[in-house]
């Protein structure tokens, strides 16, 4: 019991010292702020500007729910240039919305894993992952860090999943650690959806 406890206390006394307390903090501010300015943006223009029930019911009427997820995997592969919000209000008019969110959850995770053996490809090639590097260095150190807890945080908010699994992929993380660790996904998923089903 006590080695445990010292164990507890000396991890918790590495995260003061890396600051990994300060970050998580800041991070979910940053997180709780982006959350909100989306709704109040997306409620505004549904509001006052465009009619996006019918958008969105219109989008799933001309597109086929896989060329969707098409464009949802390429998003969450390189570098979440789409916000997975879009994606998940898009799924609330689906006539099986939770299953359709499972499928983007499930998408996302996939588009990590992906990401993970880009990194990993890029490691053996010297000039590209130098450039790579220099790139995520803020991501890479904080992985070196805080390992499968930096993921956990990359999974549930809005730090760019790809990123951070292409970072893993570089400095060669344990993938059956990382396959574990991003499973986080799935339950940042559900939690948006939750607040996003019930406000729109």
């Not at 918790?12 to 709704?39: C, E, Q, V």
């Amino acid at each position: 019991m006590t080695k445990k406890k010292n164990k507890v206390l000396a991890m918790n006394r590495y995260y003061r010292m890396t600051k990994f307390y300060d970050f998580l903090k800041a991070t979910a501010i940053k997180g709780g702020t982006a959350i909100a300015i989306f709704l109040v943006i997306f409620l505004f223009v549904d509001y006052y500007l465009l009619d996006t029930r019918a958008i969105f019911n219109s989008i799933v009427t001309e597109f086929s729910t896989l060329s969707i997820f098409v464009i949802f995997f390429a998003s969450e592969t390189i570098f979440g240039l789409i916000p997975p919000e879009i994606f998940i209000a898009w799924s609330s008019k689906m006539s099986m919305p939770w299953l359709t969110l499972l499928g983007l959850a499930s998408i996302s995770y996939a588009g990590g894993i992906v990401a993970y053996f880009i990194g990993k490809a890029i490691y053996s090639i010297p000039k590209v992952r130098a450039n790579i590097e220099i790139k995520l260095a803020k991501h890479i150190d904080m992985l070196r860090k805080w390992g499968g807890i930096f993921i956990v945080i990359g999974a549930l908010l809005p730090l760019p999943h790809s990123i951070v699994s292409m970072a893993c992929g570089l400095v060669r993380f344990n993938f059956g650690h990382y396959l574990l660790w991003a499973l986080f996904r799935f339950l940042r998923f559900f939690i948006y959806a939750v607040v996003i089903f019930n406000v729109w």
